[in-house]
């Protein structure tokens, strides 16, 4: 039985306070109505969108070069967006997500796994499976014969510790499917893991 993950450390940095994201509403507002206004979402942006499209890579040029894509494409889309409950980063996050899946389509070979020791120790945990060192080669190649969308989630939630909330924004799906697909790989990594060890 797979424990509940409510409460997994999440990284601080994707949360907002009410008031965070009632001022940051007043940029985009601002930023929608002027392109001028939009630099201060850049300067606060920019790093985490780069760490998550530079994670899933090993070109940092290539990195790079997507990151400019994304924030050209969601200044010029930005009177689309819509305000849900999350940080204006989630969008972000959605733009560079299907920017690094086209990128992928068309380049497989730039496709990587970044992830470090803790990262597999918190997978191991979840499954409820004691974490040994001599595992970890094994349990690095589980994680990357992952399906593509699998993978996305793992990383999301293990890798970059975001809640259900954001992931499902991201990855344009509901809360409550990001939840019950996290539950299916989580059920298949531990048959794995399992099988592994025998």
């Given at each position: 039985?797979?424990?509940n993950?409510?409460?997994?450390?999440?990284?601080?940095?994707?949360?907002?306070?009410?008031?965070?994201?009632?001022?940051?509403?007043?940029?985009?507002?601002?930023?929608?109505?002027?392109?001028?206004?939009?630099?201060?979402?850049?300067?606060?942006?920019?790093?985490?969108?780069?760490?998550?499209?530079?994670?899933?890579?090993?070109?940092?040029?290539?990195?790079?070069?997507?990151?400019?894509?994304?924030?050209?494409?969601?200044?010029?889309?930005?009177?689309?967006?819509?305000y849900?409950?999350?940080?204006?980063?989630?969008?972000?996050?959605?733009?560079?997500?299907?920017?690094?899946?086209?990128?992928?389509?068309?380049?497989?070979?730039?496709?990587?796994?970044?992830?470090?020791?803790?990262?597999?120790?918190?997978?191991?945990?979840?499954?409820?499976?004691?974490?040994?060192?001599?595992?970890?080669?094994?349990?690095?190649?589980?994680?990357?014969?992952?399906?593509?969308?699998?993978?996305?989630?793992?990383?999301?939630?293990?890798?970059e510790?975001?809640?259900?909330?954001?992931?499902?924004?991201?990855?344009?799906?509901?809360?409550?499917?990001?939840?019950?697909?996290?539950?299916?790989?989580?059920?298949?990594?531990?048959?794995?893991?399992?099988?592994?060890?025998?």
């Open positions: 039985m797979l424990t993950a409510a409460d997994m450390s999440f990284n601080p940095r994707y949360h907002h306070t009410t008031t965070q994201l009632q001022e940051e509403q007043m940029i985009i507002e601002a930023a929608k109505l002027n392109p001028e206004y939009f630099g201060p979402l850049y300067d606060k942006y920019y790093k985490q969108i780069f760490g998550y499209v530079y994670q899933r890579m090993d070109c940092k040029d290539t990195a790079f070069d997507l990151t400019s894509q994304v924030f050209l494409k969601a200044l010029t889309n930005i009177h689309r967006y819509e849900k409950g999350v940080p204006f980063a989630s969008w972000l996050f959605r733009i560079a997500h299907s920017e690094v899946m086209q990128l992928f389509r068309d380049q497989k070979n730039k496709r990587a796994v970044n992830a470090d020791v803790g990262d597999m120790r918190n997978i191991c945990e979840e499954v409820q499976e004691p974490f040994f060192e001599e595992y970890l080669p094994a349990i690095q190649q589980l994680i990357k014969q992952l399906p593509e969308d699998d993978l996305q989630l793992v990383e999301l939630r293990f890798f510790k975001r809640p259900f909330k954001e992931i499902a924004e991201i990855l344009d799906i509901t809360e409550n499917n990001a939840k019950v697909k996290m539950y299916r790989i989580l059920e298949k990594l531990k048959k794995s893991i399992t099988n592994y060890k025998l």
